[in-house]
């Protein structure tokens, strides 16, 4: 009996090893996929991670210079400057000689750096900025943009420098090309020419440093002064009749973090209706927000009130109402019946500053505190002070920057 069980185990798997191999085409496949299949965010994942971090790549590229400009330096920084170096590198094979010093052969270093027209450039810019100039290698010259400068400085100081590189290879190219010598005097008056645009064109400011009003004066640049911010003013007001106000706000300890909603009823007299604060547990601000927005809508429901005007501080809760986009998918359940309420009722949501929230700003942040929802029907003592300035229509101030 196991004589005839091990010779059909034979005859089995003789079997399956003599049976012939399917034939497929042959295909191509990603090996740094497990599943083998390359994807248009696999291809950009591949190649992003393949590029240096340069981190003078954001600082030649400003909107204050002019982008040609900046892309010869970019071509410089990469060595593609067709010198006589880089030319032969190309088999471009010819006698090679500085035409700005007539005494070395031309390299991208020797044109730019150790040419004796580009030393006195270069130690005119330096006696300007008042600082050293200590170059390693090529990337070390952007340095020089990060030291403390004001915003406005910062600009002249970059378009100097962009604007100098450009300035000698256009000198080499006069007296290669066309048999013309810049004195080096004169270069130095088309850099600070460049440069005066650049800096008077600027929207960004200076400040009081002495340092940076010598450099910004040697460049004969106009100094941005610091505008002074705008002061608004910020009212708030009671609804028309017959319609109830609530002013509703979120709070988070993070984002995410430990959340909570707020929120104040008023009539058209600003009288004070009811107000509450919730805790939401671990979500983010903006989910707090639309939590306060969904908690007002049921506490009017359930109160009879069917007019009812919401405003909030959030521009993306305005947002969401008017649009029905971007609502959380944990919250998207409650939302759709918030929607099947608000057919039944006349409901609008408008912003306003946070300066005239302040009443709901301090009901959400008491909400974090809280264990479950709480309803005041009186006024509670941490915002009665708030309360009176809406009700006597105080304003408050926002300070906006220009």
């Not at 940076?212 to 002074?228: Q, S």
């Not at 009823?265 to 927005?293: K, M, T, V, W």
Request: net charge positive; charged share 15%; hydrophobic share 45%.
């Amino acid at each position: 009996m196991v004589f005839g069980i091990f010779l059909l185990s034979f005859f089995f798997n003789a079997e399956q090893v003599t049976l012939p191999l399917e034939a497929q085409c042959d295909s191509l496949h990603w090996k740094h996929t497990q599943t083998g299949e390359l994807q248009l965010r696999d291809a950009y994942e591949f190649k992003h991670h393949q590029f240096q971090d340069l981190h003078w790549a954001k600082t030649i590229w400003s909107v204050d210079v002019p982008p040609s400009k900046s892309l010869f330096v970019w071509r410089l920084m990469y060595n593609k400057v067709p010198t006589d170096e880089n030319l032969m590198m190309r088999g471009c094979y010819l006698p090679s000689m500085c035409s700005l010093c007539h005494n070395q052969p031309e390299t991208s270093f020797h044109v730019f750096f150790s040419c004796s027209y580009g030393i006195r450039i270069w130690a005119w810019l330096a006696s300007v900025l008042n600082i050293s100039l200590n170059f390693t290698c090529l990337e070390d010259i952007w340095k020089i943009c990060d030291l403390a400068w004001s915003p406005q400085c910062k600009v002249v100081v970059l378009s100097a420098l962009i604007n100098l590189f450009n300035v000698l290879w256009y000198a080499r190219n006069q007296a290669r090309f066309h048999n013309k010598s810049i004195n080096w005097k004169s270069a130095i008056s088309m850099i600070i020419a460049s440069t005066t645009l650049s800096g008077n064109t600027t929207r960004k400011t200076s400040t009081n440093s002495l340092r940076d009003f010598t450099v910004i004066k040697m460049f004969n640049v106009e100094i941005h002064h610091p505008r002074a911010p705008i002061i608004k003013e910020v009212i708030w007001s009671p609804p028309p009749q017959p319609w109830i106000k609530c002013n509703i706000d979120g709070a988070s300890s993070g984002n995410p973090g430990d959340s909570a909603c707020g929120g104040i009823f008023r009539d058209h007299e600003a009288n004070f209706l009811c107000c509450f604060a919730e805790p939401l547990g671990h979500s983010n601000s903006y989910i707090a927000e639309i939590s306060g927005a969904l908690r007002a809508i049921e506490m009017a429901t359930q109160r009879g009130w069917r007019n009812l005007w919401i405003e909030t501080d959030s521009s993306l809760v305005v947002l969401a109402f008017q649009r029905d986009v971007k609502v959380p998918w944990n919250l998207r359940n409650r939302w759709q019946n918030m929607k099947f309420k608000l057919r039944q009722m006349n409901c609008i949501v408008t912003h306003i500053y946070r300066e005239g929230n302040e009443a709901a700003d301090s009901l959400a942040n008491a909400g974090l505190s809280l264990q479950a929802l709480t309803v005041w029907l009186d006024v509670p003592i941490f915002i009665s002070s708030f309360y009176v300035k809406n009700k006597l229509g105080m304003p408050s101030f926002r300070f906006i920057s220009v």
